[in-house]
């Protein structure tokens, strides 16, 4: 309260300086990922492809689902009239903003395996669906309605086209408000944010159906869609917190301080229980009840090869972020939350490839330069293109209604 | 030697309470406590107030809901009268994970509960203690010890001028409503 008469003196209008060794090393990791998919997809060796195909798959969705928890956290915001997060809504904003280029590159990925059979051949192949076939396969078959080439082109189109779409205008009105002022653009952006959120609520679940869970065709799990959603999240709020204190640690930002970081501590905090609680949902049911048609997706990764890793997910996932972060001046100190955003980026890129790899390369899943060029690749393209974004628009929206909030933001 | 035991400032603004703690503060006079009918950001690092100790009554309630969650399962289902249950061992582990963490849950929240109460004196059928009926409703009150600070003028005249709209001489700590 006596901060009312405070008189503050930032600079909103300021502008991010994307130069240096970040920019340079960005592009020096999208260098060395277009050399490791080069050559995985030139090897001679058809596992190698499927291999390549498959974290293409896995850093492609972790990419879209990253920038899609960028537009849905601008969302939740505008929606929640939440009042804090004003002061550094400009990095969720420019994660938002990339969304049509990493739904771009998702569909590419997804339209290539399709195409040449190194992906969804569980339920894409020839016969599947032909009762005088050999390859006949009933299971499949009965999901011919929902799992069909058009059918899931069309889905992917549709849905990451109208999350794009929702994330462009969202950003353009928000930058429309910094010239204009006033509450025009605030208005609308809440009625879009509303709407955003009920479609991407409903679609989000089918669109992790399609892209991830009919790997493996036979499988279904209708707590798929949540667990992907919580996964999306943490991932999304790691992001936001490691840009955000690389950037105060270049000198910007001075308004967002440990407050903020605290708030985006327990989201980060209380999402990683959530997700570990859908994880184990859907894994206790399925354990409880042993039924052979449902065992078999953990069966498979409980196999030699993927055991260890099953349970190191758990592990970093679920038991770091509450043994790190359940302390109250833990979520408020930057070098801590730095090392544990890291650490669920992590520990979800090992989340997506124990969803992916046992339902395409299988047995013959590897962790070499496929998998970490790959992702290295993504990481700096990922790097270059939002922070590209952020350094394009001024650095707080200084017009928005809740800013005076946010500055006096204390908890 | 009055028998005041305790001087309210009555204010009736939260930014006047918060610059009569300064006020008081900077002529060395100690604050006994505030009372307030709404959170005021920054009044505890003003007045430095240690952080509450409930979280620890919490892990430990917590934990003891853990272990009694455990035992009786460990002894309904693995001990007593272990069934075989879709071919899994009768220690089934994760089946455990679900009743073990909702008496955590149960014991942390109903523990917690009853140590704010008996911290604070608050049980149900019992008249709460309060120094200023008032705090509850409209007023910002601010209690002075009168025995630790004996200039009593200095303390009114601090407070008057910091804005409070009254100043009590109080003989009992708490007043009594019932």
């Known amino acids: 309260m006596g901060t009312h008469n405070h008189h503050h003196d930032y600079n909103f209008t300021e502008k991010f300086q994307f130069t240096g060794i970040a920019k340079i090393l960005s592009i020096v990791g999208v260098a060395v990922g277009v050399i490791a998919i080069v050559i995985g997809l030139m090897s001679s060796d058809h596992i190698m492809v499927e291999r390549t195909y498959a974290n293409l798959l896995l850093m492609g969705y972790y990419f879209t689902c990253v920038c899609a928890a960028g537009t849905f956290f601008v969302a939740l915001q505008l929606v929640t009239q939440s009042g804090w997060s004003a002061g ?3 990095i969720p904003q420019a994660m938002s903003s990339m969304l049509p280029v990493a739904s771009l590159i998702l569909l590419v990925i997804v339209g290539l395996g399709l195409v040449t059979n ?6 894409n192949s020839e016969g599947l669906m032909d009762p005088n076939s050999p390859n006949y396969d009933s299971l499949v078959a009965g999901k011919e309605a929902f799992l069909n080439v ?5 889905r992917q189109i549709l849905f990451m086209g109208t999350y794009s779409i929702f994330a462009f205008v969202l950003a353009k009105l928000s930058y429309k408000e910094d010239l204009e002022g006033g509450l025009n ?5 809440f009625k879009l944010a509303a709407i955003f959120l009920v479609i991407f609520g409903f679609t989000q679940p089918i669109w992790s159906f399609d892209t991830v869970m009919s790997l493996e065709a036979h499988w279904f799990s209708t707590m798929f869609g949540w667990y992907n959603f919580a996964a999306m999240w943490v991932c999304g709020l790691a992001t936001i917190i490691i840009i955000l204190i690389l950037v105060k640690k270049a000198g910007y930002m001075a308004w967002v301080n440990e407050n903020h970081l605290h708030d985006l501590g327990k989201l980060l905090f209380g999402f990683s229980i959530f997700w570990t609680y859908v994880w184990f949902s859907q894994f206790i049911l399925i354990y409880y009840a042993n039924i052979p048609e449902e065992t078999v997706y953990f069966y498979k990764r409980w196999e030699p090869e993927y055991k260890p890793w099953f349970w190191l997910n758990i592990l970093i996932n679920f038991l770091a972020p509450l043994l790190l972060l359940v302390d109250r001046d833990a979520k408020r100190k930057q070098s801590l939350m730095l090392f544990v955003a890291i650490l669920l980026l992590c520990g979800h890129w090992l989340d997506y490839y124990i969803m992916i790899m046992p339902g ?6 590897g962790f070499g330069f496929v998998e970490i060029g790959t992702a290295i690749g993504f990481v700096g393209l990922f790097t270059f293109l939002v922070m590209s974004k952020f350094s394009k ?3 707080a929206p200084k017009h928005q209604p809740f800013m005076e909030e946010s500055l006096h933001h204390e908890i | 030697m009055s028998n005041t035991k305790y001087i309210l400032g009555s204010f009736a603004d939260p930014d006047e309470l918060m610059s009569g703690i300064d006020k008081l503060q900077a002529n060395n006079i100690s604050i006994y406590d505030c009372f307030t009918p709404m959170p005021i950001h920054g009044i505890e690092a003003k007045l430095g107030v240690k952080p509450s100790r409930l979280p620890i009554a919490a892990f430990c309630f917590g934990a003891l809901g853990t272990i009694l969650g455990f035992s009786l399962l460990y002894y309904t289902m693995a001990h007593d009268w272990p069934i075989n249950i879709g071919g899994k061992p009768s220690l089934a582990l994760p089946n ?5 963490f909702e008496i955590t849950i149960l014991l942390c929240a109903l523990g917690m509960v009853a140590t704010f109460f008996f911290r604070n004196h608050l049980f149900p059928g019992r008249a709460p203690r309060v120094m200023d009926i008032r705090a509850t409703d409209d007023r910002f009150i601010l209690a002075v010890d009168a025995r630790e600070n004996t200039n009593h003028e200095l303390v009114e005249s601090l407070l008057k001028e910091a804005g409070a709209v009254e100043v009590k001489y109080n003989e009992r700590k708490y007043i009594s409503y019932e």
């Open chain 1, 88 to 90: 550094l809504l400009r």
């Open chain 2, 96 to 100: 455990f994970v679900p009743v073990t």
């Open chain 1, 185 to 189: 653009s605030y208005k609308k952006s």
């Open chain 1, 150 to 154: 058009p059918g899931f082109l069309i």
């Open chain 1, 360 to 365: 395409t390369v299988e047995t013959e899943r």
């Open chain 1, 118 to 123: 190194n992906l969804y051949g569980h339920w």
């Open chain 1, 393 to 395: 628009h001024a650095i």
